[in-house]
């Protein structure tokens, strides 16, 4: 299972099957918010 973004995402599977790790599968569990937390007010001058 793959979580959160980044570059090191695709090298780190990539590392891991060179090291002798059988991949069966991958799945991607990335928590994505449907409508997430209300933002902070914005700052008036």
């Known amino acids: ?3 959160g ?3 090191g ?3 780190t599977i990539r590392a891991l ?7 069966t ?3 991607d569990v990335t ?3 449907h409508n997430g937390c209300r ?3 914005k700052r008036r001058v």
């Open 25 to 27: 599968n991958i799945t």
């Open 9 to 11: 995402r695709e090298s």
């Open 39 to 41: 933002p902070p007010k």
């Open 17 to 23: 099957n060179a090291a002798g790790f059988r991949i």
């Open 1 to 3: 299972m793959v979580k």
């Open 31 to 33: 928590p994505i918010p």
């Open 5 to 7: 973004p980044g570059p």
